[in-house]
């Protein structure tokens, strides 16, 4: 049974039901709005925890909306699981379908390709948005600041200049994470 009372439960599935409509990009674009809603304004978890979840989503195989129920699963068990999951995957899976099926047959028309320009700006800043937001434990610790700035600046050098798939890039942070450089 879920630690949290059903009004709770049913807040949390509405949090995630409208971020759904705000995750151009994927779900990790809205992960700022869900560190605000867990973490400061509703204290379910905590800096840590949350950014470890996403970490450990992250790391596993499979899609990268897995982070959703894992920082469910951390509130609220599994039904903390089942309401982050299903209000995040309802409302963009119905709109998805819909407008794609639209948009498929009116693909060439002037407004379409123009919307569809239009959202590769919008993903972008809300990506950054969230690696600012994970890298903040890391940059706030004067300890691990200049490495952390280091390897930052590294993998955004990796990534704007090679096509090297991101898991390497996961591996070192890893590797040096676990040597203690960072």
Do not use: C, Y
């Not at 978890?45 to 970490?55: C, G, N, P, V, W």
């Not at 390897?151 to 070192?172: Q, Y």
């Amino acid at each position: 049974m879920s630690s949290l009372p059903l009004a709770d439960l049913f807040d949390l599935f509405l949090r995630f039901l409208t971020l759904s409509l705000l995750s151009i990009g994927g779900a990790m674009s809205t992960a700022p709005e869900m560190h605000r809603f867990l973490v400061a304004e509703r204290g379910w978890l905590d800096d840590a925890e949350f950014t470890t979840a996403i970490a450990l989503a992250q790391a596993a195989p499979g899609p990268n909306v897995l982070f959703v129920p894992v920082l469910g699963f951390q509130v609220a068990g599994v039904f903390g699981a089942a309401a982050a999951l299903f209000g995040i995957l309802l409302p963009s899976t119905l709109l998805s379908l819909g407008a794609s099926r639209w948009g498929a047959q009116r693909r060439n028309t002037p407004a379409v390709r123009a919307f569809t320009a239009g959202l590769a700006p919008v993903s972008v800043g809300l990506v950054f948005a969230t690696g600012w937001l994970l890298s903040l434990p890391f940059i706030a610790a004067p300890e691990h600041r200049l490495g952390a700035f280091a390897l930052i600046a590294a993998t955004m050098a990796v990534t704007l200049k090679t096509r090297m798939a991101p898991i390497w890039m996961i591996v070192v942070g890893a590797a040096v994470g676990a040597l203690g450089w960072i």
